[in-house]
């Protein structure tokens, strides 16, 4: 797959591959991207060159969330460097892979070695972990679009993510399973911070509702063979069985329906979630599932698609974690706006102030119209596709919208709320 041209600076390591894949998003709003730039705005202040990483998954078990979160990205990069407000974006692309393949040791090195001082990613809980602590220390500003582990909350200044923590998604998946009457329920987990942070959360909250978890079985990544799991959970013959996993909810599920399961009682998570069609081997159609994010406008998918096929990549056919990647991007140039500096502890101390933090904040919803605000001496509040955002005290985004899931007989999903 071949490096994006779209940004006058973007470029990629010789040799890392660029992502593909597909499904999530958070709290929506009605603004899209891809404003023109204003005329007559204020003159910027500075002439910034952010040096920005980003460490995405081209492969491993999370590659199918790549190319949206990429794609966002880039579309984001291409609008605040044809803005030409302040801040000129210099992207680094590098692939992440996962815990098996370990892509990410070789990629992160070569990011820090290009001198980056912000980096959007990593997408998995486990990654982010094993490099966070490297880039704090080289005094770069991380910020995923897609961790979602409870364990991130004020985990580092120098760390912030757009997406919401799985508490709330294991809330409402634990809430939708009682209210579709199911009394018992098995759950099948994958054992790093997100896998067991969803997992508990899910439990307690279907638990808190009169319901009990009959069985639990967890797995590591890497394995190939869940039998032993399938077996232990279908023993224990549950309503329903909940399955948090990544693409390995494609070897899961057969499995359990060939255990006796009712694979139309099945309920996924935003890893797993997606339209699965003949990739899956049993009828899901009944089953559900729960991802974080409001629909977005037919016209952000559009730029996406443009962004990215721009040099033959295949079209995007889902939009997981576009908007959190898109906007974790402008956040960052914003911020650099704000603070006068590309400096990632600057940056930092102004990604508050920027989402909303402030107490007088000028509401905006565009890279070029919140910096026409910021060049101007005003204070900007940017609201973005995925959601108001707004940076608590623990660097997480405030609310977010979880949307439930139904799978037909064509296995794909459509929304229900």
């Given at each position: 797959?071949?490096?994006?041209?779209?940004?006058?600076?973007?470029?990629?390591?010789?040799?890392?591959?660029?992502?593909?894949?597909?499904?999530?998003?958070i709290?929506?709003?009605?603004?899209?991207?891809?404003?023109e730039?204003?005329?007559?705005?204020e003159?910027?202040?500075?002439?910034?060159?952010?040096?920005?990483?980003?460490?995405?998954?081209a492969t491993?078990?999370l590659?199918?969330?790549?190319?949206?979160?990429?794609?966002?990205?880039?579309?984001?990069?291409?609008?605040?460097?044809?803005a030409d407000?302040?801040?000129?974006?210099?992207?680094?692309?590098?692939?992440?892979?996962?815990l098996?393949?370990?892509a990410?040791?070789?990629?992160?090195t070569?990011?820090?070695?290009?001198?980056?001082t912000?980096?959007v990613?990593?997408?998995?809980?486990?990654v982010?972990?094993?490099?966070?602590?490297?880039?704090a220390?080289?005094?770069?500003?991380?910020?995923?679009?897609s961790n979602?582990?409870?364990d991130?909350?004020?985990?580092?200044?120098?760390?912030?993510?757009?997406?919401p923590?799985?508490?709330?998604?294991?809330?409402?998946?634990?809430?939708?399973?009682?209210?579709?009457?199911?009394?018992?329920?098995?759950?099948?987990?994958?054992?790093?911070?997100?896998?067991?942070?969803?997992?508990?959360?899910?439990?307690?909250?279907?638990?808190?509702?009169?319901?009990?978890?009959?069985?639990?079985?967890?797995?590591?990544?890497?394995?190939?063979?869940?039998?032993a799991?399938?077996?232990?959970?279908?023993?224990?013959?549950p309503?329903?069985?909940?399955?948090?996993?990544?693409?390995?909810?494609?070897?899961?599920a057969?499995?359990l329906?060939?255990?006796?399961?009712?694979?139309?009682s099945?309920?996924?998570?935003?890893?797993?979630l997606?339209?699965?069609?003949?990739?899956?081997?049993?009828?899901?159609?009944?089953?559900?599932?729960?991802r974080?994010?409001?629909?977005?406008?037919?016209?952000f998918?559009d730029q996406?698609?443009?962004?990215w096929?721009a040099?033959?990549?295949d079209?995007?056919?889902?939009?997981?974690?576009?908007?959190?990647?898109?906007d974790?991007?402008?956040?960052?140039?914003?911020?650099?706006?704000?603070?006068?500096?590309?400096?990632?502890?600057?940056?930092?101390?102004?990604?508050?102030?920027?989402?909303?933090?402030?107490?007088?904040?000028?509401?905006?919803t565009?890279y070029?119209?919140?910096?026409?605000i910021?060049n101007?001496?005003?204070?900007?509040?940017?609201?973005g596709?995925?959601?108001?955002?707004?940076?608590?005290?623990?660097?997480?985004?405030?609310?977010?919208a979880?949307?439930?899931?139904?799978?037909?007989?064509?296995?794909?999903?459509?929304?229900?709320k």
């Open positions: 797959m071949n490096a994006m041209k779209g940004s006058r600076t973007a470029k990629v390591f010789a040799g890392i591959a660029l992502i593909s894949a597909s499904a999530i998003v709290a929506g709003c009605s603004s899209t991207p891809n404003a730039p204003s005329e007559g705005g003159k910027p202040a500075v002439d910034l060159t952010l040096k920005l990483g980003s460490l995405l998954p491993g078990s590659a199918f969330l790549g190319a949206p979160m990429e794609a966002g990205v880039q579309l984001a990069v291409n609008e605040i460097n044809e407000a302040g801040v000129t974006i210099d992207l680094t692309t590098a692939d992440e892979g996962d098996d393949n370990k990410y040791e070789t990629s992160i070569n990011l820090q070695n290009e001198g980056i912000a980096m990613g990593a997408a998995s809980s486990s982010t972990k094993l490099i966070l602590d490297g880039n220390g080289a005094g770069i500003l991380t910020v995923s679009p979602t582990s409870p991130f909350s004020g985990i580092n200044p120098l760390y912030f993510r757009t997406a923590s799985d508490n709330l998604q294991g809330e409402v998946l634990g809430n939708q399973i009682a209210e579709d009457g199911h009394k018992t329920l098995g759950i099948i987990y994958q054992n790093d911070p997100y896998g067991t942070g969803l997992f508990e959360a899910i439990k307690s909250t279907f638990e808190g509702t009169g319901g009990e978890v009959v069985a639990d079985a967890s797995f590591n990544q890497g394995d190939g063979q869940f039998n799991q399938v077996s232990e959970i279908a023993a224990a013959k309503d329903a069985v909940a399955v948090v996993s990544y693409d390995q909810f494609a070897t899961i057969p499995l329906g060939n255990a006796g399961v009712d694979t139309g099945l309920y996924l998570v935003d890893g797993n997606k339209d699965w069609g003949t990739d899956v081997s049993v009828n899901l159609e009944g089953s559900k599932g729960t974080a994010g409001a629909e977005l406008p037919q016209d998918l996406l698609n443009e962004v096929t040099d033959g990549n079209p995007i056919d889902a939009v997981t974690y576009s908007a959190e990647a898109y974790a991007v402008i956040l960052m140039a914003l911020s650099a706006l704000a603070a006068g500096s590309v400096e990632g502890a600057d940056m930092a101390e102004q990604m508050g102030t920027v989402s909303g933090g402030g107490d007088k904040g000028e509401k905006c565009t070029a119209e919140c910096a026409d910021i101007g001496g005003g204070t900007a509040d940017y609201d596709l995925s959601g108001e955002i707004t940076f608590d005290e623990n660097n997480d985004p405030k609310g977010a979880i949307g439930v899931y139904e799978f037909g007989a064509d296995n794909t999903t459509t929304r229900l």
